[in-house]
């Protein structure tokens, strides 16, 4: 507070628009509804809400940087940005550990002391950071006991955002002269944006970066929002899964009209993938705090902060 105290009083005048929804400025200065919608859609990509749901701070922040600065891609991919973190954590002397699963996190009186992997292996600790989302850490990696429970109560009801269908094709490149990376696909326009299935992201990386795909092939990846409810393996599985991913297929075909004929390579993940592979309860995205809820957060914070 004695260093950012002025800064943060000085914030005081705009606290109902940091706390606020991208919806609200938009009812105060956007009239047309072309614009509203794609504004909606801007704020379902970054938050998976529509602009009402959103906090404003983190789309002007998006804006912001988008006017003075360029869209850049890394080379090598984002596992480019993973391999320079690595190397500056090894230059530390820590060390990074994959394939090592955290079964739990070991809490002796009330304090934790470190981690349980699997294959019994225990990691001390004095501090653990757990990454999981809160719902499998306070399900998964600790035991109620561990958490006073009116605040693992609460931080259960946290609403979640729902999760994903995906594409990942290999395709031959012939032909393909002059295509672009990315490209959003709104299926149906007079339909909801976040119904699932109707908004298909897509991205080729290899466009930009040739070393991401074999010679002659781009890679693809798309996807679009899915509900959790009612996926399980039954018999109906494959089949719900190929049905499913048909209005991916479809929005790439506004893209690559000939996409079916050019796979190489074909697998369709669903949010059971999802929720499998990153170990994400429901496969979600991740928390939906709503606008609203984030500014009484603010104010309690504000407040706490003053006493
Ligand atoms: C479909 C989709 C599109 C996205 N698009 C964008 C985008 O365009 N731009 C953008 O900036 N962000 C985007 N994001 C968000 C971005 O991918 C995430 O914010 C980012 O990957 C989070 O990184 P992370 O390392 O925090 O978590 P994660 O990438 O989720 O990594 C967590 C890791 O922890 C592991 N783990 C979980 N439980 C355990 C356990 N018990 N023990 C050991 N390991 C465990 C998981 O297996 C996983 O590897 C997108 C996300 C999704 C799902």
Redesign the pocket.
């Given at each position: 507070m004695g260093k950012y105290g002025r800064a943060l009083l000085k914030l005081l005048p705009s606290l109902a628009d940091i706390g606020g929804s991208v919806g609200q400025i938009m009812d105060r200065w956007v009239q047309d509804p072309w614009v509203g919608r794609l504004i909606d859609l801007e704020c379902f990509?970054l938050s998976g809400l529509k602009a009402g749901g959103t906090v404003a701070p983190e789309v002007a922040f998006m804006f912001g940087e988008r006017s003075h600065s360029v869209i850049e891609y890394p080379v090598g991919g984002?596992g480019a940005i993973v391999d320079a973190l690595v190397r500056g954590l090894e230059r530390w002397g820590d060390q990074l550990r994959l394939n090592?699963?955290?079964?739990k996190i070991l809490i002796e009186s009330g304090k934790v002391v470190g981690v349980l992997?699997?294959g019994d292996e225990v990691i001390t600790a004095p501090t653990v950071i757990?990454?999981?989302t809160v719902w499998?850490t306070y399900t998964?990696?600790l035991e109620p006991e561990d958490l006073p429970h009116h605040y693992r109560q609460a931080a259960l009801a946290t609403p979640v955002v729902e999760?994903?269908m995906?594409l990942h094709l290999g395709i031959r490149s012939d032909g393909l002269q002059g295509l672009t990376e990315h490209h959003v696909v709104v299926l149906d326009g007079g339909v909801d944006i976040s119904s699932p299935g109707n908004t298909c992201?897509i991205?080729i990386p290899s466009v930009w970066d040739a070393h991401l795909a074999p010679s002659g092939h781009h890679v693809v990846h798309a996807?679009t929002l899915e509900s959790f409810l009612g996926w399980h393996k039954d018999e109906s599985y494959s089949q719900r899964k190929r049905e499913k991913a048909e209005s991916l297929f479809q929005a790439l075909e506004r893209v690559i009209p000939d996409v079916r004929q050019r796979i190489t390579l074909e697998l369709i993940g669903t949010l059971l993938t999802?929720a499998r592979?990153?170990?994400?309860f429901q496969g979600t995205?991740?928390p939906a705090i709503a606008a609203r809820a984030v500014f009484l957060g603010l104010i309690l914070l504000f407040l706490v902060c003053i006493e």
């Open positions: 990509f984002s090592a699963r955290v079964e992997l699997r757990s990454n999981a499998d998964k990696l999760s994903f995906h992201m991205s996807y999802h592979f990153l170990r994400r995205y991740g």
